[in-house]
């Protein structure tokens, strides 16, 4: 199954704006929601969403965790989760223009 980049972040963002706060997102329900529930077909999207996720924590969109803490996008191993991206120093969040 060949997936967007894209269409992964555009998924993994929206389902990350519908958690409660200070909740996060197992990578493999982003590929559920986008692939279904086949796990022969979800389990190639694994190494895609953890390159999006890289991606938008580097730009500063979304946090990666590991044991509920975060760390290092492009130094951990393992099992992670994807969550919202921590507020700016200051505590609030920018206005929408």
């Known amino acids: 199954?060949?997936?967007?980049?894209?269409?992964?972040?555009?998924?993994?963002?929206?389902?990350l704006a519908s958690l409660p706060p200070g909740k996060s997102l197992d990578p493999t329900e982003l590929a559920r929601a986008i692939a279904g529930n086949d796990e022969k077909v979800w389990r190639?999207?694994?190494v895609?969403?953890?390159?999006?996720?890289?991606?938008l924590a580097d730009d500063g969109r979304a946090t990666i965790l590991r044991k509920g803490r975060p760390v290092d996008p492009h130094d951990f191993k393992g099992v992670y989760?994807?969550?919202?991206?921590?507020p700016a120093e200051g505590g609030d969040a920018?206005?929408?223009v």
């Open 44 to 46: 190639l999207l694994m």
């Open 48 to 55: 895609p969403i953890r390159a999006v996720a890289i991606r």
């Open 94 to 96: 920018p206005e929408a």
């Open 1 to 15: 199954m060949k997936v967007s980049h894209e269409l992964i972040e555009t998924t993994l963002v929206g389902l």
């Open 81 to 86: 989760r994807i969550g919202a991206a921590a």
